[in-house]
């Protein structure tokens, strides 16, 4: 795994201390009642140790077992420990659900585009951005707010994201759709904040010369997108409120292309 060093990074002799900074996202940061921390360790320091530390500080964290998704520097940690440097910014979430600006986010290169914004989707004009001359089949994806989740009526919901690692998430997923399956151009673009029932929390747009990639590749996106981005949900009903918890856990997350067979 390759991580990124911010310039206060310094790696430290043994004995000394390393400070990190750990943020807190969705039900994990309800029950830290707090979005961040800082975090002191001894040199030489690793997630497993720093994590460790986190949920004996926040025992209640241990509810979600290994589901329980941790990041290092807005990549997930994925099996042997990683060495931690001054600096490092450690995040701790639940499975993830999705899933602040009115500044769009768009990743230009090949048309493809990878997006988060608090302003309601325009799914027409999302279609409509990957469409070149030599393709054939557009299919697009509108998710949106559903008043009845098993019984229970919905209010709305509110969607967060850790932004940074969710956008870089986005791009890789779309850098893996294009390894799997034939497809000229992929678009991803995601709400966040407050939604009523109805309105689109997720829109994603693929093309393709041929229509069979273009809905198979549509398909494994969202899926994907809902099992490793970063995004989580909170579903507020006439009787309560709850965080919708995902499914993914480090050993199912992965970024090998190969791993997985086309459906």
């Known amino acids: 795994m390759t991580t990124t060093k911010t310039p206060q990074q310094n790696e430290l002799p043994s004995g000394e201390r390393v400070r990190v900074r750990v943020l807190f996202f969705g039900a994990a940061r309800e029950i830290a009642g707090r979005d961040e921390m800082s975090l002191t360790l001894s040199a030489p320091a690793n997630s497993s140790n720093a994590f460790e530390e986190i949920l004996s500080q926040y025992p209640d964290l241990r509810r979600f077992g290994r ?7 807005q990549e997930y940690v994925r099996g042997d420990a990683q060495e931690l440097r001054e600096g490092d910014e450690l995040a701790v979430f639940p499975p993830v659900s999705g899933g602040a600006d009115d500044e769009r986010e768009a990743e230009e290169a090949n048309q493809d585009f990878f997006e988060l914004t608090t302003n309601p989707i325009d799914v ?29 009526r919905t209010l709305y919901l509110v969607y967060e994201a850790y932004r940074e690692m969710a956008l870089s998430e986005m791009r890789r997923l779309g850098q893996e759709a294009r390894e799997r399956f034939e497809i ?10 407050r939604l009523e029932i109805g309105e689109s929390s997720v829109c994603i747009s693929v093309s393709a010369p041929h229509r069979r ?31 919708v918890e995902g499914e993914g856990s480090l050993e199912e997350i992965s970024t090998n292309p190969h791993e997985t067979t086309r459906n």
């Not at 951005?129 to 707010?145: I, K, M, N, S």
């Not at 996106?221 to 009903?237: D, G, N, Q, S, T």
């Open 67 to 73: 589901s329980l998704l941790f990041a290092v520097n």
């Open 124 to 152: 027409g004009l999302v279609a409509r951005r990957v469409v070149p001359p030599e393709c054939g089949a557009t299919v697009t994806l509108d998710g949106y707010v559903r008043e009845w989740t098993r019984g229970r």
């Open 184 to 193: 000229a151009h992929i678009g991803i673009v995601h709400r966040t904040g």
């Open 213 to 243: 990639a273009a809905f198979e590749a549509c398909e494994w996106a969202i899926r994907e997108l809902k099992r490793r981005v970063p995004i989580w949900k909170k579903e507020f009903y006439e009787d309560g409120e709850v965080w």
